[in-house]
């Protein structure tokens, strides 16, 4: 009987060390969640802070042949308060679905040496492999650009001297410092419009063979700052090229002065939506589809 008491003191010993055992691991692991759980939370809220804090102003300016420049400033607070800048210049084309030398390289992962060339749409300057001087490309010269921008952030309106260390070939250094002195001028903002789904430009043209309207968007952190409407006659030749070059028919430069009030209504309340406005062209076969497209880009935003 002694040896069974003793047994049975011993398995008691047993289980009550495994039992105390277990509880020590099961709060350790209560307490280590705890933990973990306190400091993501504490990450997730430095996080949302550094995204709350975010600001940005941006200014745009019209080159030529469907080209716009743009330059923007991002700036978030760190866990110190201070403040990051992203600064960046760049530029796209709303009037061609596609240009030569402008592409996306994509590389095969299995096979670096194959790449494939896919047309960027609509075209940008991040992917312009344009040169004047067959040496410098667009690409190259904009990230220079860019990291001057980035290394400077100057606190000041610029001029010419500031650019002394770049040698520009592709692009004017004129509008380097008209884009960055509109930009000290601007004030930050934090407001954001609907149409961020669309990026930053866009280039929507109908689905048809033929004679086709087009409409080319600049954005502004998800705002129209930039809507450019175009018909596109059976030979493939632009309406706004024949406004320009005076071929335009009295027919076209109607056409041509009904988008202009199209655009000028769009850039002045911010929406591609026209409600109740133009009832007379929409009942208008000249207008029918251009209306549908502009209803089509809403609809996807």
Same mark, same amino acid.
């Given at each position: 009987?002694?040896?069974?008491?003793?047994?049975?003191?011993?398995?008691?010993?047993?289980?009550?060390?495994?039992?105390?055992?277990?509880?020590?691991?099961?709060?350790?692991?209560?307490?280590?969640?705890?933990?973990?759980?306190?400091?993501?939370?504490?990450?997730?809220?430095?996080?949302?802070?550094?995204?709350?804090?975010?600001?940005?102003?941006?200014?745009?300016?019209? @080159?030529?042949? /469907?080209? $716009?420049?743009?330059?923007?400033?991002?700036?978030?607070?760190? *866990?110190?308060? %201070?403040?990051? &800048? +992203?600064?960046?210049?760049?530029?796209?084309?709303?009037?061609?679905?596609?240009?030569?030398?402008?592409?996306?390289?994509?590389?095969?992962?299995?096979?670096?040496?194959?790449?494939?060339?896919?047309?960027?749409?609509?075209?940008?300057?991040?992917?312009?492999?344009?040169?004047?001087?067959?040496?410098?490309?667009?690409?190259?010269?904009?990230?220079?650009?860019?990291?001057?921008?980035?290394?400077?952030?100057?606190?000041?309106?610029?001029?010419?001297?500031?650019?002394?260390?770049?040698?520009?070939?592709?692009?004017?250094?004129?509008?380097?410092?008209?884009?960055?002195?509109?930009?000290?001028?601007?004030?930050?903002? @934090?407001?954001? /419009?609907? $149409?961020?789904?669309?990026?930053?430009?866009?280039?929507?043209? *109908?689905?048809? %063979?033929?004679? &086709? +309207?087009?409409?080319?968007?600049?954005?502004?952190?998800?705002?129209?700052?930039?809507?450019?409407?175009?018909?596109?006659?059976?030979?493939?030749?632009?309406?706004?090229?024949?406004?320009?070059?005076?071929?335009?028919?009295?027919?076209?430069?109607?056409?041509?002065?009904?988008?202009?009030?199209?655009?000028?209504?769009?850039?002045?309340?911010?929406?591609?939506?026209?409600?109740?406005?133009?009832?007379?062209?929409?009942?208008?076969?000249?207008?029918?589809?251009?209306?549908?497209?502009?209803?089509?880009?809403?609809?996807?935003?």
């Amino acid at each position: 009987m002694r040896k069974k008491t003793l047994n049975q003191k011993i398995t008691f010993i047993i289980i009550s060390i495994v039992f105390i055992f277990i509880i020590f691991v099961s709060l350790n692991k209560i307490y280590t969640t705890y933990k973990q759980n306190l400091d993501k939370q504490k990450l997730e809220s430095e996080r949302n802070e550094i995204a709350n804090s975010r600001e940005w102003k941006k200014t745009i300016i019209e @080159k030529q042949d /469907g080209w $716009y420049y743009f330059m923007s400033i991002d700036r978030v607070k760190n *866990e110190t308060s %201070e403040y990051l &800048y +992203y600064i960046r210049m760049d530029g796209c084309n709303i009037k061609y679905q596609t240009l030569d030398n402008n592409y996306v390289i994509y590389y095969d992962e299995e096979n670096p040496a194959d790449f494939q060339k896919i047309p960027a749409t609509p075209p940008n300057l991040v992917n312009s492999y344009a040169s004047k001087d067959g040496i410098k490309t667009e690409e190259t010269e904009l990230e220079e650009i860019n990291d001057l921008l980035e290394q400077e952030n100057w606190q000041r309106k610029i001029n010419a001297a500031d650019l002394k260390s770049l040698t520009f070939v592709n692009f004017d250094y004129n509008d380097v410092i008209v884009l960055w002195n509109e930009l000290y001028d601007m004030n930050y903002s @934090k407001k954001s /419009g609907q $149409y961020d789904k669309l990026g930053l430009c866009s280039l929507t043209k *109908e689905e048809k %063979e033929g004679n &086709y +309207y087009q409409v080319g968007l600049v954005l502004n952190y998800g705002t129209i700052a930039v809507i450019r409407i175009d018909f596109v006659d059976n030979n493939g030749i632009y309406l706004t090229d024949k406004m320009e070059n005076g071929s335009a028919t009295k027919e076209e430069k109607e056409i041509y002065s009904n988008i202009e009030k199209i655009e000028n209504e769009i850039e002045k309340n911010g929406f591609l939506s026209l409600d109740n406005k133009f009832s007379n062209l929409k009942k208008d076969p000249n207008y029918e589809s251009l209306f549908n497209l502009l209803n089509k880009i809403e609809s996807s935003k």
